[in-house]
Nanobody, 115 residues
Framework: QLHLVESGGGLVQAGGSLRLSCTAS????????MGWSRQAPGKQRELVATITSGGSPTYADSVKGRFTISRDNAKNTVYLQMNSLKTEDTGVYYC?????????WGQGTQVTVSS
């Protein structure tokens, strides 16, 4: 069983930056690929970035060039650096393994980007 705790969200103006963190416990973190997803109000949850255990990232087109996913296996933590934020990036951000395991969703962290 994996327990995931997200943090680092907040209110930021468009063009600003935030760094999200996700700390995992209860499993061997370094063998899993991980990902960040987000859910905007009234919309379905969407996957925005993934990273393999070896550190290879993938990004959704909507965030490519602005977001950077990284991980520190020694700290069981995955990060999402978000730059040049847009109002459409507003939502609750969640981390999970990749492929996603529905039983591992945490509480998420709210990101609000104001214009």
């Amino acid at each position: 069983q994996l327990h995931l705790v997200e943090s680092g969200g907040g209110l930021v103006q468009a063009g600003g930056s935030l760094r999200l963190s996700c700390t995992a416990s209860g499993s061997i973190f370094s063998i899993d690929s991980m990902g960040w997803s987000r859910q905007a109000p009234g919309k379905q949850r969407e996957l925005v970035a993934t990273i393999t255990s070896g550190g290879s990232p993938t990004y959704a087109d909507s965030v490519k060039g602005r977001f950077t996913i990284s991980r520190d296996n020694a700290k069981n933590t995955v990060y999402l650096q978000m730059n040049s934020l847009k109002t459409e990036d507003t939502g609750v951000y969640y981390c999970n393994t990749y492929p996603i395991r529905n039983g591992y969703w945490g509480q998420g962290t709210q990101v609000t980007v104001s214009s």
